[in-house]
């Protein structure tokens, strides 16, 4: 019985048993604040450098003659006369080489940012509908290799964060064109089929918009 007691008692050893149920339990907290010192200023840096760039193409595409600098993050007027589109071009012409313009606002809007820069990047520019409604997808990726090998618990030794930011065209002067056709139209077929009422209630509306808007 004395040498039982004796062996309940006795603590040797008890330090190297909590470091071995401890250790992993450390290396797993270690391997979380090493991907989230990583992974969110990255991610964020990312996204605003995204959003910069589908705004800024959607705006260059438009009829707005408006231009973007990325050295000042800045957007200014088109000063070059040759370059302003009319509406109609703004509508239906192409959007150039929007890859590489988004990859130049991107890798300039993140090289601002306070966040580690390792790693490869990857940006992908995506046009819906190229003619009239134009959407501009920006996709950007970068994947940097991490600082400590963690593969023994599961952790990958490359992590990959994406950001996408989405912009549309906006064509101010072919709404407003549309809806003056719009009412032209109106006012014939009333003229010609008599369509008395349908006509009071579309202009009734008509109207209503112009107000809103302060075109009237």
Do not use: H
């Amino acid at each position: 019985m004395t040498r039982f007691t004796r062996f309940i008692e006795d603590c040797r050893g008890d330090a190297v048993v909590e470091a071995v149920i401890l250790f992993p339990v450390m290396i797993m907290i270690f391997a979380a604040l090493v991907f989230l010192a990583g992974y969110l200023p990255t991610r964020g840096a990312l996204q605003r450098a995204t959003q910069y760039a589908a705004s800024a193409i959607s705006t260059e595409s438009s009829d707005t003659w408006l231009t973007f600098d990325e050295s000042e993050a800045a957007f200014g007027w088109e000063t070059d006369k040759d370059r302003l589109k009319n509406v109609y071009a703004a509508l239906f012409s192409g959007m150039g080489d929007v890859q590489s313009r988004s990859e130049e606002i991107v890798s300039t809007i993140e090289g601002r940012s306070l966040s580690s820069k390792a790693g490869v990047l990857k940006v992908e520019t995506i046009v819906v509908n190229k003619i009239v409604y134009k959407e501009v997808v920006v996709t950007a990726t970068r994947a940097f290799d991490v600082p400590v090998d963690l593969s023994f618990v599961g952790f990958p030794g490359t992590i990959e964060i994406t950001a996408t930011s989405t912009a549309v065209v906006q064509n101010g002067d072919e709404f407003v064109r549309t809806l003056d056709m719009a009412v032209d139209f109106v006012g014939f077929a009333t003229e010609k089929f008599g369509l008395t009422d349908i006509a009071d209630t579309i202009s009734s509306f008509g109207s209503r918009v112009s107000t809103l808007f302060g075109w009237g």
